[in-house]
């Protein structure tokens, strides 16, 4: 959690350093444009990549995300 949050202030602080020079390169639609492209690569990442854990317990998780060890079936 606390990479994830130092992470997250990060982009905020980038976000928050360029924003207004990128708009005067670019136009304020061409920049919203871009974080919307790259809000949607995150949302289609999350989708294919990410697994659902809700209502599952630990070891639920832990035995979809590992392979079947050899001479076990899945």
């Given at each position: 959690?606390?990479?994830s949050?130092t992470?997250?202030?990060?982009?905020n602080?980038?976000?928050?350093?360029?924003?207004?020079?990128?708009?005067?390169?670019?136009?304020?639609g061409?920049?919203?444009?871009?974080?919307g492209?790259?809000?949607?690569?995150?949302a289609?990442?999350?989708?294919?990549f990410?697994?659902?854990?809700?209502g599952?317990?630990?070891?639920?998780?832990?035995?979809?995300?590992?392979?079947?060890?050899?001479?076990?079936?899945?």
């Open positions: 959690m606390g990479f949050f992470v997250h202030w990060i982009c602080f980038v976000v928050g350093l360029y924003f207004l020079e990128l708009v005067k390169l670019f136009g304020v061409a920049v919203y444009a871009g974080f492209g790259v809000s949607l690569l995150s289609l990442f999350a989708y294919n990410i697994v659902e854990t809700k599952r317990s630990l070891e639920e998780i832990e035995m979809s995300l590992s392979p079947a060890a050899p001479g076990e079936r899945k």
